[in-house]
């Protein structure tokens, strides 16, 4: 695990970041989190890159982010948008696939939810980078004290 606070310039971190919060970017329900058992919280989110192509316009927008990480192949790209509740949930542990590969999550916003790695807990800081082994089990949480918790969590080899 790394980690990468002002991972991006911030004029380049702003434009994704507004991009995100902005009424025109789309956002699509999951009806479960960690796993389809658990039915009983859900999210969304926005693929961007997912079975071995781009899915939204703005894939080419986060080439700054390609190179830093020094991607060689992506395997899937989705920005995920958790909304804030009353009490902060701990969603289910989980692996994003499993088999060897890179991690990194790019907190957008700022907000007191964040990931845990086994008992780590790593606070959700804007343009915060986690580098982290995703085909090991971890768990993700919304927020209590912003609209909801943003991120955008790439996996690559």
Do not use: W
């Not at 693929?47 to 986060?62: C, G, Q, T, V, W």
């Not at 986690?130 to 912003?146: A, E, I, V």
């Amino acid at each position: 695990m790394k980690i990468i606070d002002n991972f991006l310039p911030k004029e380049e971190f702003k434009k994704i970041q507004d991009t995100m919060l902005s009424n025109s970017f789309a956002y699509y329900f999951n009806g479960f989190v960690a796993n389809e058992e658990d039915n009983k919280n859900f999210y969304f989110n926005h693929n961007i890159y997912k079975d071995h192509m781009p899915r939204s316009e703005f894939f080419d927008a986060l080439q700054i982010v390609y190179n830093k990480l020094n991607v060689r192949a992506l395997y899937r790209v989705k920005a995920n948008c958790f909304p804030r509740t009353d009490k902060l949930i701990k969603y289910g542990e989980h692996v994003d696939v499993d088999f060897k590969h890179k991690g990194a999550l790019l907190s957008i916003n700022t907000c007191n939810g964040g990931t845990l790695l086994g008992e780590k807990f790593i606070p959700s800081i804007e343009n915060r980078m986690l580098l982290f082994d995703p085909s090991k089990k971890h768990r993700s949480t919304n927020c209590t004290d912003k609209p909801c918790r943003l991120n955008i969590n790439f996996n690559y080899f």
